[in-house]
Each structure stands twice: as structure tokens, then as C-alpha cells.
């Protein structure tokens, strides 16, 4: 089993471009988070899916942020355009299924943003 | 509010040395508490969670509800230990994680 799989692991790009990253969770897990860490932070949520439906996206800015979730297995978060503060790591999570425990993330490895 | 303080940036300590770390948190309901450990190049993980009141790699932590505290314990540092720990909270019906800020631990040889 390879783990919540993310891509790409490092991207950079200069202000005002586009962006988006890909997540594929863990075969099963019905549940999908997109966190965002800053430096020195720990991750923030910024959308939760339960299957194809978006549930929790109170955090994610929605003038420039955008997430997927077809047919409930891959999700792609986009940013368009993207600004300096946008610098970070962006974690993709998912849980459910039968594989640990109750609550426990399994999180991928992250892709890293840098905005110039 | 909900929230979680780690009020530690980084924790420095010898090997053997006792090693605890804090957690605070903000929450009126009934949480569930969890610490999650990032190793050097590795992905974040799960450690341990507050209800299975387990020890994990010798780590235990109690949840005190009348001090909002899950401190994070263990009685002889090793040099493996060395990592970053974050302390989360799982609201009470919500399936979703609201972590610290992280504390670096580094035991030194």
C-alpha cells in the first residue's frame, strides 16, 4: 500500500500564475482533507470531503481556491492566481475504511509551494 | 473557540532525560485528543490517541479536563525521539483534526 499519494512534491511558480496539486488517498477511505502548513505552523484545514461531497470548507478562500473531488476517489485543489502568502506546504489526508484507528489521518507527503 | 497551544517551539534535552511536552487546549465539549509525530523526511503520523490511553515508543499522555491539558510524557529520551510533535483535537462530532503549532524535539547524544 502506497499511502495518500500526492504530486507534485515541489512546485514553484511566480505570482499571479495558476497551480494544482493532486491527491489520491488510501484505497477505501471515504473521508479527504487538503491541509495548508506554514512555515513554522501546524496544518490548517482548508476543506474536508466525505465521499464527493465538500462538508467543511469554511477556511478555504474561495476568491482564489478551488477543490475537486470526482466521483469520490482522486481530489485536485487549484489556486488561480497565486500570491506571495500562498508560500507553503499542502497537505492532502485521509481517513475511514478499516485501516487504523478511529480518527486517525494517514497523511501523504505533502507538495510545497513556493510563490516568487 | 477551538484551539490548541503548544507553547514550546523547541524542546532541547540529553538522552535519558525525562521529556514532557505541553498541550493545551480550547474546546467545550467532550474532545478527543491526539499527538502526531513528523520524523526527518517522513511523513506526519499518528502516536497516540487519548482514549486508548496506550504508551507508544514509551510516550504516554493523560487528558486533564479540568486543566485542558494532554501533555505529552516520556521518562528516558532517546536520540530517535528527535522529531516534531504536534498536539491535535478532534471536536466532538466533526471528523476533522485542529492542530497545534508543533514542538521540535531534539535529544542530544
Same mark, same amino acid.
Given at each position: 500500500? *502506497? ?18 496539486? &493532486? ?10 482533507? &487538503? ?18 461531497? *465538500? ?42 475504511? *478499516? ?18 | ?22 498541550? =493545551? ?21 499518528? /502516536? ?14 493523560? /487528558? =486533564? ?23 491535535? /483535537? ?20
Amino acid at each position: 500500500e *502506497a499511502g495518500v499519494v500526492q504530486s507534485p512534491r515541489y512546485k514553484i511558480i511566480e505570482k499571479k500564475q495558476p497551480v494544482a496539486f &493532486w491527491c489520491n488517498p488510501i484505497s477505501g477511505h471515504n473521508t479527504l482533507y &487538503w491541509y495548508r502548513q506554514n512555515l513554522g505552523q501546524g496544518p490548517e484545514l482548508l476543506i474536508r470531503y466525505e465521499n464527493e461531497e *465538500a462538508v467543511d470548507d469554511s477556511q478555504l478562500p474561495k476568491d482564489r481556491f478551488s477543490a475537486e473531488r470526482l466521483k469520490g476517489v482522486d481530489s485536485t485543489l487549484k489556486i488561480q492566481p497565486a500570491e506571495l502568502g500562498d508560500s507553503a506546504v499542502y497537505l492532502c489526508a485521509s481517513s475511514g475504511g *478499516a485501516s487504523g484507528s478511529p480518527g486517525e489521518l494517514f497523511f501523504g507527503e505533502g507538495s510545497r509551494l513556493t510563490v516568487l | 473557540a477551538q484551539r490548541v497551544t503548544q507553547p514550546e517551539k523547541l524542546l532541547s534535552v540529553f538522552k535519558g532525560a525525562p521529556v514532557e511536552l505541553k498541550c =493545551n487546549y480550547s474546546y467545550s465539549g467532550s474532545p478527543e485528543l491526539f499527538w502526531y509525530v513528523q520524523y526527518s523526511r517522513q511523513r506526519l503520523q499518528l /502516536l497516540l490517541r487519548h482514549i486508548s490511553r496506550e504508551s507508544i515508543k514509551g510516550f504516554t499522555a493523560d /487528558l =486533564n479536563k479540568g486543566e485542558t491539558s494532554f501533555h505529552l510524557k516520556k521518562p528516558f529520551a532517546q536520540e530517535e525521539d528527535s522529531a516534531m510533535y504536534y498536539c491535535a /483535537l478532534k471536536p466532538g462530532g466533526y471528523n476533522k483534526l485542529i492542530f497545534g503549532a508543533g514542538t521540535r524535539l531534539a535529544v542530544h547524544p
